[in-house]
């Protein structure tokens, strides 16, 4: 075969050999079948990742997503403190200024606004490096990490990527791209312990979200990125000028997409943060108002599981500065007189106080204790102690409500003369009771005015008893005087109910209003996202006249002025006030009121062990007897001088019935001394001295004869009396039995 042939030949096979195809392993791998098995996949996948889009619904938020803390904040917005176990306080975004808003979506996602809520290829990139090990997405849009942070958790595995992925364009198709910012502002970690720009806000520039400005708002859209590495008072100096390069990367991107003026983002400088400060807590007073401030909630109707659930923003009434005035008082006029760790009285030494503007009923100030994580009982709003002597002005109006008069027919005013023989039995009662004055003093014929200022029980007794308990029980209970352990005896006069610092207060603060009912009230509004509680007006209808009101208030300038209370008196203000100190001095009190302020500060003797029994103030800082005319009116005065900002020109404007007119005071004659104890029959001590350390003591009777004797049965049929032992822990000598701690 010659060349020609051959060549032929071969072109033949390559002919026969191109129309037979590919032979071996070429034939699998064609261009028609790589590229048809391309597109079949691509399709496979499609399907199936809608199956994936039928099959994933868009679930519930996840816990913590949800989860808030309570905010509690003082009258000027300062925060109080915050309860919960997030620190994340939602806000709207109409609360965020928008070109704040504006920082975030240039820092994370600046196609945000037009995008579908997804991005492929960051979301493919980020597959890659989890199934790789190489660490953490990045590229998400802000619709993909709200997701993340709202429905599922940080988890980085292909499931939970797949899962964001598919929420992620359900979401953008069922909610608003302002809808989505706010979530995603809400829910991000933004280092310190603070979730959602609000708490973010608190934690490093010490100011609410609405007062942001934009360069502080882009330092916290740059803190997302790495929140620990790039926080300002603890990051090297690297994550320094990192993090100063991001905030400039914000900045800049804002003017590009036409957020933020050029001009203005020349004059920039970046906002160094704060210093962190620890989250506020429970601890000092914190705990008390904070407490105070769930029970007026209660009240309110607002449930307890509802409150507890987090995302509320609760403005109390309490003002920052009165509120220091009112711990400082106490700290130097009290505390830095014990000695609690060697005077086994100090130790047992408990004070309460609360501070009302009596024309609102706002509860300004408040002491509940030492430290309401030492000592949990608020001593502030306690009422399992006796207001002692604090009454006997209640005991007064009432009389001048009712048109009272005495048993031989004299209306009771300020000038009524009563007899003011100690133990002196009361007349027109079916309840034998013959109380004991101070120190067992009698005064003779003294008036009302006298009677008040030097606390003369066996005139108030006998006052009691000419109004008619019922009717004085009716005027306390429409002050405010609480219906607890209320009896109908002749010893009401002397405060033997059951009455907290908070109950005081309002009685006191109604007074100074000239008789219109003053409830105090310590929130001033309670805000969720989505709703608000309702409060009722603290200041209501009147509930005595004003000429009653006012005739009270003028008798009790008498006693701050001439009587018992002159510790609390001052060239600086005008006050009113009452001391009083209960049985086996167990609690000592004074309420007082200036035209614009209403204090009563108590101590209570209250035993470390035996349950926090009751037991006697006597010997507190190795001073005798603790009582009201002493370091409650002490503290008084201190904080009324403080919380007035140094004194006021305010003077009472009382519309009078009659003006008191000088007693002719003789000389009392001391008839015994002072028992603190008498023995088996119901005792009360009360001592009451007009000079400048004035002592009360008051006894029920230290005198077992039976006409002298108070019975249980204001009615008695039988003839029979009530003289049970005093035992340690009683409140009151004609009750036995310990009132629990409520």
């Known amino acids: 075969m010659g060349r020609a042939e051959e ?26 079948k ?27 938020a996840n816990a913590q997503a949800k989860m808030q803390s309570n905010v509690y904040k003082y009258n000027d917005g300062k925060i109080l403190a915050r309860t919960g176990e997030i620190n994340r306080e939602i806000v709207g975004l109409d609360e965020i200024p928008r070109n704040v808003q504006y920082t975030f ?91 959602g720009i609000q708490a ?27 929140p620990n590495q790039y926080d300002w008072a603890i990051a090297s100096e690297t994550g320094k000028k990192l993090v100063t390069e991001r ?13 933020l003026d050029a001009g203005e983002r020349a004059g920039l400088t970046f906002p160094v943060p704060k210093a962190p400060k620890a989250a506020p807590g429970m601890a000092g007073q914190a705990g008390y108002l904070v407490d105070a401030a769930k029970k007026e909630l209660a009240r309110q109707g607002l449930d307890e599981e509802d409150l507890e659930a987090g995302g509320w923003t609760i403005t109390l009434n309490i003002d920052s500065k009165k509120q220091k005035e009112l711990e400082k008082a106490v700290e130097k006029q009290l505390e830095d007189e014990l000695d609690r760790e060697g005077n086994k009285v100090d130790a047992t030494v408990q004070a309460g106080a609360t501070s009302v503007d009596p024309k609102t009923g706002k509860v300004v100030a408040l002491y509940g204790g030492v430290d309401a994580t030492q000592h949990w009982l608020s001593n502030a709003t ?28 004299v209306p009771i005013g300020l000038n009524t003369v009563y007899d003011g023989t100690s133990r002196r039995p009361v007349v027109g009662s079916g309840t034998p009771f013959a109380p004991q004055n101070d120190l067992g003093r009698s005064h003779g014929p003294v008036t009302v005015q006298t009677s008040l200022n030097r606390s003369i029980n066996s005139a108030f007794a006998q006052m009691a008893v000419d109004v008619g308990l019922d009717k004085v029980k009716e005027t306390a209970l429409d002050l405010g005087v609480p219906d607890k352990n209320f009896p109908l005896r002749p010893a009401i006069s002397l405060g033997t109910m059951g009455a907290s610092t908070w109950d005081m207060a309002g009685v006191y603060a109604t007074l100074d209003n000239h008789g219109r009912k003053v409830t105090p009230t310590i929130v001033a509004k309670a805000e969720h996202k989505d709703r608000r509680v309702d409060l009722p007006e603290a200041v209501g209808d009147r509930v005595i006249s004003r000429e009653t009101a006012d005739t009270v208030t003028a008798g009790l300038t008498g006693v701050v002025r001439n009587g018992s209370g002159q510790a609390a008196a001052s060239s600086a203000y005008q006050a009113a006030g009452k001391t009083g100190t209960s049985e086996n001095n167990r609690s000592a009190w004074f309420a007082g009121y200036t035209p614009e302020l209403v204090t009563v500060v108590a101590l209570f003797g209250e035993s470390p062990q035996d349950g926090g029994g009751q037991v006697s103030l006597t010997g507190t800082a190795n001073s005798g007897r603790a009582s009201g ?16 900002g140094g004194g006021s020109d305010a003077r009472f404007d009382l519309d009078l019935a009659e003006i008191a007119v000088p007693d002719p005071d003789p000389t009392p004659t001391q008839t015994e001394t002072e028992t603190e104890d008498p023995g088996p029959t119901p005792t009360r001590t009360e001592t009451e001295d007009p000079g400048p350390t004035p002592t009360e003591t008051e006894t029920l009777d230290p005198d077992p004869t039976p006409t002298e004797t108070e019975t249980l049965d204001p009615d008695p049929t039988d003839g029979t009396t009530f003289t049970p032992p005093v035992e340690p822990g009683s409140t009151d000598g004609s009750d036995n039995q310990r009132r629990p701690n409520d």
């Open 382 to 409: 306690r009422s399992d102690y006796q207001p002692a002597s604090t009454f006997k002005p209640v005991v007064f109006a009432s009389a001048l409500e009712n048109g009272s008069k005495t048993q031989d027919g």
């Open 7 to 32: 060549r032929q030949a071969r072109q033949r096979g390559a002919r026969r050999a191109a129309k037979a195809g590919p032979t071996g392993i070429r034939r699998l791998f064609t261009w028609k």
């Open 629 to 644: 005319g002493g370091f409650p009116a002490r503290i008084w005065a201190d904080y009324t001088l403080g919380a007035l």
């Open 34 to 60: 790589l590229l048809g098995t391309f597109f079949g996949l691509c399709m496979v996948a499609m399907g199936a990742f809608f199956v994936i889009y039928l099959m994933v619904p868009v679930p519930e």
């Open 247 to 259: 905030w400039n990367y914000v900045l800049d991107n804002m003017v590009e997409e036409g957020w």
């Open 105 to 195: 979506v240039a820092a994370e996602n600046k196609t945000f606004f037009q995008d579908s809520g997804v991005d492929l290829k960051g979301t493919l990139r980020g597959l890659k490096n989890t199934l790789t090990g190489q660490g953490k997405q990045g590229g998400s849009t802000i619709t993909q990490q709200y997701v993340k942070n709202y429905y599922l958790n940080q988890d980085q595995t292909v499931t939970r990527k797949l899962k964001e992925l598919v929420i992620s364009l359900k979401v953008d198709q069922k909610k608003s791209k302002p809808e989505i910012l706010a979530g995603y502002i809400n829910t991000s970690f933004y280092g310190r312990g603070a979730y």
């Open 200 to 226: 973010a806000s608190q934690a490093y520039y010490g100011v609410d979200a609405e007062k942001l400005t934009v360069a502080q708002g882009a330092y916290l859209a740059a803190l997302l990125q790495a």
